[in-house]
T-cell receptor, first 112, second 114 residues
Framework: QQQVKQSPQSLIVQKGGIPIINCAYENTAFDYFPWYQQFPGKGPALLIAIRPDVSEKKEGRFTISFNKSAKQFSLHIMDSQPGDSATYFCAASTGGSEKLVFGKGTKLTVNP | NAGVTQTPKFQVLKTGQSMTLQCAQDMNHEYMSWYRQDPGMGLRLIHYSVGAGITDQGEVPNGYNVSRSTTEDFPLRLLSAAPSQTSVYFC?????????????FGPGTRLTVT
């Protein structure tokens, strides 16, 4: 049973575009929702995270939107750049548990 | 700080061989975890530890053993390698309970089992 469903699998946008990656979860006990960015040959790195008490969080060009009733959250990248080309993973966990559940990832390509 | 380090970077094993993947962190983090990453599958938790002497199973623990004798080190042992264990393995660490939930990942070990 996949607890966090991520879409799309891949995404191609032009420089300056606003790619949006979506995730849906099933476990209503999840209370921590991070996004990780991974470049080829590297380990994932935390990009931005949100708790369910807020509906939106911005850090620079990256924004998480959170819809608790729909059990969905999404990542928006404003003014995307070729350097943003990477694989993005959403994830979820409960109460600071080590059991972080990941989505399957989205490969983003930003063309110059 | 070196952060989270993993050795080796690459390894090829024959079916049935055993080996240990090493992971160390110098950030004095309480929590450490092992994940495997397979194409199209995201990252899946193998085992984790919330402190020296304390380990627990994750989503895919079969075929792997762990121990945590020190805060710094968290080795992952493959007892009898199988082709299904071909994967990229990532170690991660974070501060303990009540602190930031951010996990810091190592650079990974790419393992091929033939």
């Amino acid at each position: 049973q996949q607890q966090v469903k991520q879409s799309p699998q891949s995404l191609i946008v032009q420089k300056g575009g606003i790619p949006i990656i979506n995730c849906a979860y099933e476990n209503t006990a999840f209370d921590y929702f991070p996004w990780y960015q991974q470049f080829p040959g590297k380990g994932p790195a935390l990009l931005i995270a949100i708790r369910p008490d807020v509906s939106e969080k911005k850090e620079g060009r990256f924004t998480i939107s959170f819809n608790k009733s729909a059990k969905q959250f999404s990542l928006h990248i404003m003014d995307s750049q070729p350097g943003d080309s990477a694989t993005y993973f959403c994830a979820a966990s409960t109460g600071g548990s080590e059991k972080l559940v990941f989505g399957k990832g989205t490969k983003l390509t930003v063309n110059p | 700080n070196a952060g989270v380090t993993q050795t080796p970077k690459f390894q090829v094993l024959k079916t049935g061989q055993s080996m240990t993947l090493q992971c160390a962190q110098d950030m004095n983090h309480e929590y450490m975890s092992w994940y495997r990453q397979d194409p199209g599958m995201g990252l899946r938790l193998i085992h984790y530890s919330v402190g020296a002497g304390i380990t627990d199973q994750g989503e895919v623990p079969n075929g792997y053993n762990v121990s945590r004798s020190t805060t710094e080190d968290f080795p992952l042992r493959l007892l009898s390698a199988a082709p299904s264990q071909t994967s990229v393995y990532f170690c991660a660490s974070r501060k303990g309970h009540g602190s930031s939930y951010e996990q810091y990942f190592g650079p990974g070990t790419r393992l091929t089992v033939t």
